[in-house]
């Protein structure tokens, strides 16, 4: 069945960075567009970013364009989510998502000093 595993979640000061990554298993990877999404506690999954199945068309929310890079490595079946210059606002659970509606359990991100 398919299964998401996310890692790399962890506190970091204001200004850090930080790497998620998500492996996969259960489905054809190289075939499956894949998302991160975050949320935080009272408010709604956010989407924050996505890739194509090949790695050449990604998107972002507009408030971490320029921050945050998504990526994969079809070889490896894992997506990664590259975030530069954290603020206390990217402080949420990050979920890495397989269209449709596969979860990931959820990596906790803390943006604090």
């Known amino acids: 069945q398919v299964q998401l595993v996310e890692s790399g979640g962890g506190l970091v000061q204001p200004g850090g960075s930080l790497r998620l990554s998500c492996a996969a298993s259960g489905f054809s990877f190289s075939n499956s567009g894949m998302s991160w999404y975050r949320q935080t506690s009272g408010k709604e999954r956010e989407l924050v970013a996505t890739?194509?199945?090949?790695?050449?068309?990604?998107n972002y929310a507009d408030s971490v364009k320029g921050r945050f890079t998504i990526s994969r490595d079809n070889a490896k079946n894992t997506v990664y989510l590259q975030m530069n210059s954290l603020k206390r606002e990217d402080t949420a659970v990050y979920y890495c998502?397989?269209?449709?509606?596969?979860w990931g359990q959820g990596t906790q991100v803390t943006v604090s000093s």
């Open positions: 890739i194509s199945s090949t790695g050449r068309t990604t």
């Open positions: 998502y397989k269209p449709y509606d596969y």
